[in-house]
């Protein structure tokens, strides 16, 4: 599969070279005369750069880009029709709205539902995961705001993370706050990018670092001035994209296979697995404690 995506994308510089205008009709096309191709649902703001190969992708689920089932649809819709696109090397992904990058899973789909809704909303919650974490393209995580939790696992999906230089932005996987806990497949991408004994601290306390700590031990890759998120995003993704894309691509994948395979290998048994632990009466106090506690906090 590696492969055959490294030779999708081999021909993508030749392509942009002889300025074949390839248009996708699979994408809803608003600019056609522009080199930037936009294209959006409720959801998510997407903007092709045609010329370097680069789609900028906004979350906009407001009021804190929560990942309800609706807005990670969108999102691996989005994501599938980015990577299926011959002109798209590059994924550079942030927020509409500054100051929040995600709040993560939205907590509502867990509480109060019935059992399919659940493993419903789990099997959203992994293809999402499959999708940014095995994708071919270079993906940058653009973080210009708090992305606790499932923000901060997309963050850790991607291949480079620069955040706003902003204490009051923090992030980490905070699941064990909760009362619950991080699947093994958030672990491991976790743990592929600072190592086993830092998330195996990190989770246990469920620790969310203001950005100058994340930085410290590489949960992030480089903090800039809030104004200059988007704009270092895009000059580090250029570098990125000087390498060939099929030999990028193959090591990609092998450094990430064996994680995924993990969870393709398990999937039924992982929703399971969730769905028993949320349907818990326990859990789901603990979840309506946790959101009281977010409620009270505001007031
Ligand atoms: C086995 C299970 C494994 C599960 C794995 C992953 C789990 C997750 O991803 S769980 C989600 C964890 N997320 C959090 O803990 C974040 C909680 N939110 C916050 O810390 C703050 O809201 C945040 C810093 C993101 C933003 O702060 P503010 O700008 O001050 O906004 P408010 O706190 O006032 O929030 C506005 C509004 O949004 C609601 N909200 C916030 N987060 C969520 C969420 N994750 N899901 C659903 N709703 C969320 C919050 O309650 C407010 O609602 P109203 O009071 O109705 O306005």
């Known amino acids: ?47 092709l750069d045609e010329a370097t190969g680069v789609a900028v992708m906004k979350m ?77 393209m270079v993906t940058i995580a653009a973080i210009n705001g708090s992305s606790p939790a499932g923000g901060c696992l997309m963050a850790l999906c991607c291949d480079y993370r620069i955040m706003a230089d902003n204490p009051k932005y923090a992030i980490g996987l905070n699941e064990t706050q909760l009362g619950i806990v991080a699947p093994f497949w958030f672990k491991d991408t976790m743990s592929n990018v600072v190592g086993n004994r830092v998330t195996e601290q990190a989770l246990q306390l469920g620790q ?41 691509q193959i090591t990609k994948s092998m450094m990430r296979k064996q994680t995924t395979d993990k969870l393709v290998n398990n999937r039924e048994a992982d929703i399971k697995n969730f769905v028993s632990f949320i349907t818990r009466d326990s859990i789901q106090k603990s979840l309506q404690v946790y959101m009281e506690r977010l409620r009270q906090r505001k007031q």
């Open 208 to 248: 969310m670092f203001p950005a100058p700590e994340a930085l410290k031990f590489g949960l992030v890759d480089q903090l800039v001035p809030e104004e200059k998120v988007q704009s270092t995003a895009a000059s580090v993704m250029a570098q990125w994209l000087t390498v060939p894309d099929h030999a990028r």
């Open 60 to 136: 906009k689920n407001p009021p804190v880009n929560s990942l309800s089932l609706d807005f990670l649809t969108e999102f691996s819709i989005t994501l599938e029709k980015l990577e299926m696109d011959r002109g798209c090397r590059g994924l550079i992904l942030t927020s509409a709205s500054p100051k929040i990058f995600s709040a993560g899973l939205d907590i509502m789909e867990m509480c109060g539902k019935s059992a399919e809704h659940y493993g419903e909303f789990w099997r959203a919650v992994q293809e999402m995961w499959l999708k940014l974490y095995g994708s071919n």
């Open 1 to 47: 599969m590696a492969a055959l995506g490294a030779l999708r994308s081999c021909w993508a510089p030749a392509r942009l070279l002889t300025g074949s205008a390839h248009h996708s009709n699979r994408l809803v096309l608003c600019q056609q005369t522009s080199i930037k191709r936009h294209f959006s649902n409720n959801k998510i703001l997407v903007e």
